[in-house]
């Protein structure tokens, strides 16, 4: 069974920090990008961050470019997104998504390319 855990969401000052895990198991996620969306209350899901499979590129929104940087450990099954000089307007659940095998990595913002999804991490922000 595919499952997706985040981790690491939490509480934090604007201007603050934090890194958000998502590790995976029930199969190997190595050969394929992840990404990362986001969703706020009231608002649909939004795109973050993608990561191809081997790390070497990378995808982001504007509003977070310059911000956060996505990462992975295939060895661990792992992809992170560290989130730094953090804003109240990002708030939101993040949830990390596994990319459908074939997908060309230039659609990795729509979220009807991610065939399994986690359960998410709240991250609030405080002005």
């Known amino acids: 069974q595919v499952q997706l855990v985040e981790s690491g969401g939490g509480l934090v000052q604007a201007g603050g920090s934090l890194r958000l895990s998502c590790a995976g198991s029930g199969r190997t996620f190595s050969t394929y990008a992840m990404g990362w969306f986001r969703q706020a209350p009231g608002k649909g899901r939004e795109f973050v961050s993608a990561?191809?499979?081997?790390?070497?590129?990378?995808n982001y929104a504007d509003s977070v470019k310059g911000r956060f940087t996505a990462s992975r450990d295939n060895a661990k099954n792992t992809v992170y997104l560290q989130m730094n000089s953090l804003k109240p307007e990002d708030t939101a659940v993040y949830y990390c998504a596994v990319a459908r095998g074939g997908t060309s990595f230039r659609f990795s913002y729509r979220w009807d390319n991610y065939d399994y999804w986690g359960q998410g991490t709240q991250v609030t922000v405080s002005s």
């Open positions: 990561i191809n499979w081997t790390g070497g590129t990378t």
